[in-house]
């Protein structure tokens, strides 16, 4: 079975420029999670939907973030404008309730530089 | 609010020797802990969990952990190392039936030969 899809893979775009970054969860799974992953902040949770809502983004960083999940297959995660500050690896993951343990399954992130 | 703290960012050991990294948690509910591992360039992967059966957890390449409740601590170790196990360890708290995830700051292996 495919695993989460993230592209692109590497992103490189200077300061004011929109960002867009596109995630493909597994096939059943009606959880979806973007996370990002800093240095500083290590990983922190950003917004996560369940069967395509959000449920929660107390984590989005601020109105220059959104994400949406217009369907089951499909999720993307836009800043604009972007800011050196948003530079770092995002991940995306999946999980799904039935027979639920707990465990997220992760795509290889989308890293983005902000010049 | 749950949370975990992983006691040292950088562990370094020879390889056959054994690892021990250290993470605690906090959480006012029954909690679900888990062990994920980072290589360099590639998402995380779960290593093992806890989710109220055993406290004694076995995972992938050799690793365990202990559930300890009295200590509020899930504790990974394995005793030999190999250099393949070099990469970033991840402690992670979940409410039981919860499907959120929050992350400890992270704990990177480097292996000596």
């Known amino acids: 079975d495919a695993g989460v899809i993230q592209s692109p893979r590497h992103e490189v775009t200077e300061m004011g420029q929109e960002v867009t970054l596109r995630c493909k969860p597994i096939s059943g799974h009606d959880y979806l999670f973007w996370y990002r992953q800093t240095m500083m902040r290590g990983l922190e949770l950003l917004i996560y939907f369940n069967n395509n809502v959000p449920i929660d983004d107390s984590g989005m960083p601020e109105d220059r973030f959104s994400a949406k999940m217009p369907n089951a297959s499909f999720s993307t995660l836009k800043i604009q404008p972007s800011e050196p500050r948003d530079s770092a690896v995002y991940f995306c993951?999946?999980?799904?309730?039935?027979?639920?343990?707990?465990?997220?399954?992760f795509g290889e992130g989308s890293r983005l530089t902000v010049l | 609010a749950q949370s975990v703290t992983q006691l040292g960012s950088h562990v370094s050991v020879s390889e056959g020797a054994l690892v021990l990294l250290r993470c605690n948690y906090s959480s006012s509910v029954p909690p679900y802990l888990f062990w994920y591992v980072q290589y360099p360039n590639q998402g995380l992967q779960l290593l093992l969990k806890y989710t109220s059966a055993a406290t004694l957890v076995k995972g992938i390449n050799g690793f365990e952990a202990e559930f300890k409740k009295s200590e509020t601590s899930f504790h990974l170790t394995k005793p030999s190392a190999h250099m393949s196990d070099a990469a970033e360890y991840f402690c992670a708290v979940s409410e039981q039936g919860a499907q959120k995830l929050v992350f400890g700051q992270g704990t990177r292996l480097t292996i000596n030969p």
């Open positions: 993951a999946s999980s799904r309730t039935s027979g639920y343990t707990g465990e997220l399954f």
